[in-house]
């Protein structure tokens, strides 16, 4: 029986058939065709393939009329400029800092024109609806400009540019579920900016205005296209042209006069190819030599660009600042101690680039990436700049939310404004010798202090979303601590103008005090917060200030620690707040068991009253004081805790617990070096009998293990459900764990319902201990125990065993190999972002041998999808060849057959479904997504012959099944259509 043919051609097909089909070539070779032959054609489908993005740039900058302006701007440059440059993949990066600079000229020059007119007398501004929405609309522009770039990208593709989330995602370069969440956030976060300005979001948009916009859009995209046809711009529109290429003044003579040509009467698309005139004579040339041409972006995803760091470092103004001096280091969990010897100096144009072979590393397509890390720069008589680089995972090696891949990377550094203070005491006299310590600097969001200084007025306090370090000490020329004079004062240099630095000051007889001060003259900004005695909850301080220490009105608290089976002091035992976390003001018990814990303010020992009903209130109001005592590493005996309400005689008294000695040894049997921390894994019956607080776990650990020997360590458990966690300096190259707490704990339990599933115990990747949720992966070995009380001491044993990863080859439905295929599992976290693959092969780590693992493969540039169980068991390669996506649609109704459900409505596949889905290669895994208003839904990228199902759920209640059993055929669309539930 001959195949069916599609009736619907391919992208490739279509090449195949029509090489002139503009729809069908890449942006270089567009370009070529465009300065070829002036094809309009060519440059249309440029500015409909971009029109998106760069429209998105202009309004994230503008309002909508100068955004339009400055869309058609950008595209202007593009005709003058097409064919001067060298062009990658994609033009995207390239025009996208073309329409940033030229929003920016145009803001700027927007603000200096305002600035004339408020110095002129002239006629009063206009009143009435007109200045009411001018008013409106600044505010939400302001708004929507402060939110941060992940979630202004997405609400301006899709809420002002009318893009669907899926088109929002092809922009952005990542699943159109993350576009989803990021711009539910962004309404949430503009919604409540705008009620802290006090606009009524409920009325700010009184009708719809995405269509007006996409209206308006196409108009502009129109606008954009015609201009290769001959379309004289606007005046403005040629002005702000005229503006953004002024770096690239000294044309080329062909492509000057072109464009003159073009200005003067729109003779592009009428004139024939003509040889271009002769150049210049070098006598003829200007005297100031024309600035160098921009260098294409590189591909940040290229191997050989792993370890390559560029960039430019300006300042204020944006001018270069030759001579600066570039550090960058890894960054592990945390800000790294030290940058290290500088990696490069700018050049006098500001620009840098290096290469740093200690900033990759092997991923898991065998070829090397880039590892995260803290880049810095410095240049004598400025304050320095930071920024954070991604590592593997990033669209580029700024920001992992950064739309545009391979966008360059500014440093700019600013001038100093040194923070003058000085410290008094209740009475204004001052106190010398006070440590002031710089906990945190921090730039604003957008470097917009303004901003910033808005919101501290608010309820809020402010919370400064920026580009935060701590400790800043690592930056260059950045104090860590400095000290007050005999007059109290003290002087802090090297943050830099307009920036936010977080303050501790500290002095003997007095209470530390937490300072908020920004590097920029002016008034303190109380918040409208008032405390108790109605003054200021907080204050932000300018540069020059005056700030009042406390007394120190803190008492002593003293106690006993005991044994609760002997009654005997025990010596040696950590007390502290809360539930034993370490802290620095902890103190040890003597070796007559007695402690003394300073510190405590009277209030604090004041009884409490019940809690309120309210979880929300009850989180809100005062808990009572706890102090907590933590035996020391091999000691036989638990955490314990007790509610302090007195200075003196507080007694804690810590239960025996059950000992256990561990054996840790690596496949070779030789003993490994490592730390062993003991948990109680939830649900924990004996906890759970006792009163709150009698056993101290909490979040962390029951006890730390003692090292007796080589590999042999000993420590204490609580009775019941316990994890014995074994760490090494790295788990790099180890194999997790794997072990199965539910087999270990219930063994023969199948039966278990949704919730069971999801709170006991843990599975295969993960352990539930106490409240937290702990990664299998992040430990090199783990020993599971379950005693009963009075029980030990128990003999366990645990091995760290070498990670041997599977490869995998992914092909394309001819069977070639395929390049740029998104997994998801590889890594072993389903869900989680994980890097486009560079290569057909790949490495699949972390395999569990006694139990399989979904691994889905997409190709989004081809809508081609497929799957793989994989098991580490074995040593064999993988081949998956991927197939045309399939996907489903339809509509959730009620019993009735009405349309619209509840807002938070979801489907999704169901834990059972989802556990069982590792071990079947015939079950399909969906992700979890939300019906919208009208109760619609479409799941996408699925594997065709695989089984899918999915359940409805709303209101956090089970309400249906979407569909069961469901098997599509390649690049099959199904439409369910009306999918009837129970309803909440």
């Known amino acids: ?129 007109d200045a009411e929405r001018s008013e409106l609309l600044a505010v939400i522009r302001q708004e929507v400009g402060r939110l941060p770039e992940r979630y202004r990208a997405a609400i301006v593709l899709c809420d002002l540019e009318g893009l669907t989330r899926e088109q929002a995602a092809a922009v952005l370069g990542c699943p159109a579920g993350t576009v989803g969440g990021r711009l539910a956030r962004a309404r949430r976060k503009l919604r409540d900016g705008l009620a802290r300005r006090g606009v009524d979001p409920a009325t700010a948009f009184p009708t719809p205005f995405a269509p007006a916009l996409a209206v308006a859009r196409r108009a502009a995209f129109e606008a954009a296209s015609s201009l290769a046809a001959g379309a004289r711009p606007t005046p403005a529109v040629a002005a702000l042209a005229a503006r953004a290429v002024a770096p690239w003044a000294a044309l080329k003579s062909a492509a000057a006069l072109t464009v003159a040509a073009f200005l003067a009467g729109g003779l592009l698309a009428a004139a024939a190819p003509s040889e271009p005139p002769p150049r210049k004579s070098l006598r003829q040339a200007p005297a100031t030599a024309p600035p160098p041409e921009p260098e294409p972006a590189p591909d940040p995803d290229a191997p050989a660009n792993a370890g390559r760091f560029a960039g430019r470092v300006v300042d204020r103004e944006g001018r270069p600042i030759a001579g600066a001096r570039i550090y960058v280091a890894p960054r592990g969990e945390g800000t790294p101690r030290d940058l290290g010897p500088a990696r490069a100096l700018s050049r006098p144009d500001g620009r840098f680039a290096f290469e740093a072979a200690d900033m990759t590393f092997e991923s898991l397509d065998g070829l090397p990436a880039r590892r995260e890390g803290l880049m810095a720069a410095g240049a004598d008589g400025y304050a320095p700049d930071w920024a954070r680089t991604w590592g593997e995972g990033a669209s580029s090696f700024r920001s992992h939310w950064d739309p545009i891949k391979g966008a360059d990377l500014t440093l700019r550094l600013v001038r100093d404004v040194p923070i003058r203070g000085r410290i008094v005491d209740p009475e204004g006299r001052p106190v010398a010798g006070a440590r002031v310590r710089l906990e945190t600097l921090t730039i604003p969001d957008r470097n917009d202090l303004d901003g910033y200084l808005v919101q501290v007025r ?58 908020t001060v920004v590097t920029r003259e002016t008034a303190d900004v109380p918040t409208t917060e008032r405390d108790m005695q109605g003054r200021p909850a907080h204050t932000t301080h300018g540069a020059s200030f005056t700030a009042s220490l406390d007394r120190d009105r803190s008492v002593a608290v003293s106690g006993l620690v005991i044994a609760g089976d002997t009654r005997e002091p025990l010596a040696g035992v950590r ?203 992040d430990y090199a070995a783990i020993a599971l125990a379950d005693p009963p009380v009075g029980s030990g001491p128990l003999e366990l044993s645990a091995t760290v065993v070498r990670d041997r990863p599977r490869t995998v080859t992914l092909l394309d439905p001819d069977g070639r190999p395929l390049v740029g295929v998104v997994p998801d599992g590889l890594t072993l976290h389903p869900g989680d972002q994980e890097p486009r693959l560079r290569a057909a092969t790949a490495a699949i780590s972390k395999l569990d041998p006694g139990r399989g693992r979904r691994i889905t493969f997409v190709h989004e540039g081809r809508k081609l999808a497929g799957d793989l169980v994989a098991r580490g068991d074995d040593d064999a390669p993988y081949t998956v060849t991927l197939q045309p996506w399939a996907s489903v649609t339809g509509r959730i109704v009620d019993a009735r057959g009405s349309a619209g459900v509840p807002e938070k409505t979801f489907l999704d596949m169901g834990t059972r479904r989802r556990l069982a889905a590792g071990d079947d290669p015939g079950v399909g895994v969906l992700p979890v997504i939300q019906a919208d208003g009208d109760g619609r839904f479409r799941f996408e990228r699925l594997v065709p012959g695989r089984r899918y199902g999915a359940e409805v759920f709303q209101k956090g209640s089970l309400v249906g099944t979407a569909f069961e059993d469901l098997v599509l055929r390649p690049g099959e669309a199904r439409d369910l259509g009306d999918v009837r539930t129970a309803g909440p």
Request: glycine letters at 12%.
């Open 575 to 777: 007390v502290g707040r809360g539930d034993g976390s370490p802290r620095p003001e902890d103190v040890v018990t003597g070796p007559d068991g007695r402690f003394t814990m300073r510190g405590i303010l009277p209030e604090e020992l004041e009884p409490v009253g019940p809690l309120p009903a309210d979880p929300m209130a009850a989180a809100a109001a005062r808990q009572p004081l706890r102090l907590a005592a933590a035996p020391g590493p091999g000691r036989p005996y638990l955490p314990a805790s007790t509610v302090v309400d007195r200075r003196d005689g507080v007694v804690i008294e810590c239960l025996r617990g059950v000992p256990y000695r561990l054996k840790v040894v690596d496949e070779a049997g030789a003993p490994v070096e490592a730390t062993v921390d003991s948990y109680a894994v939830s649900p924990n019956p004996y906890l759970a009998s006792l009163p709150p607080g009698v056993v101290a776990v909490g979040q962390r650990p029951v006890g730390r293990a003692l090292r007796t020997d080589p590999g042999v360590y000993e420590g204490v458990l609580a009775p019941g459900p316990a994890a014995v966690l074994v760490q090494t300096p790295s788990v790099r190259g180890l194999r997790p764990p794997f072990v199965d707490p539910k087999a270990f704990f219930a063994p023969g339990k199948a039966d278990w319902t949704e919730q069971e599933a999801r709170t006991s115990y843990g599975d295969g990747e993960y352990l539930i201990l106490g409240p937290n949720w702990h990664r299998q992966e």
């Open 458 to 515: 608010t309820i809020l306090g402010g919370a400064c979303n920026g580009r935060p370090i701590s400790p800043p000490e690592v930056l260059p020329g950045v104090p860590s601590q400095v000290a007050t004079d005999a007059e109290g004062r003290f002087r802090m240099t090297g943050l830099g103008a307009d920036r936010v630095a977080y303050l501790r000051v500290s002095a003997s007889g007095f209470a530390d005090c937490y300072l």
């Open 1 to 129: 029986m001959p195949r069916e043919l599609s009736a619907r051609p391919t992208p490739l097909l279509l090449r195949l058939l029509d090489e002139g089909a503009v729809s069908a070539l890449t942006d270089a070779q567009l370009v070529e065709r465009f300065a070829a032959g002036r094809d309009p054609e060519a440059f249309a489908a440029l500015v409909a393939r971009h029109g998106p993005l760069v429209m998105g740039a202009c309004r994230g900058v503008l309002d909508a009329a100068d955004a339009e302006d400055a869309f058609q701007a950008t595209f202007l440059v593009l005709l003058k400029r097409i064919g001067t440059f060298p062009v990658g993949p994609s033009l995207g990066g390239w025009l996208y800092r073309v329409a940033r600079r030229v929003a920016r000229q145009d803001r700027l020059s927007q603000a200096r024109r305002r600035r004339r007119e408020a110095s002129r007398p002239g006629p009063e501004a206009g009143s009435g609806a």
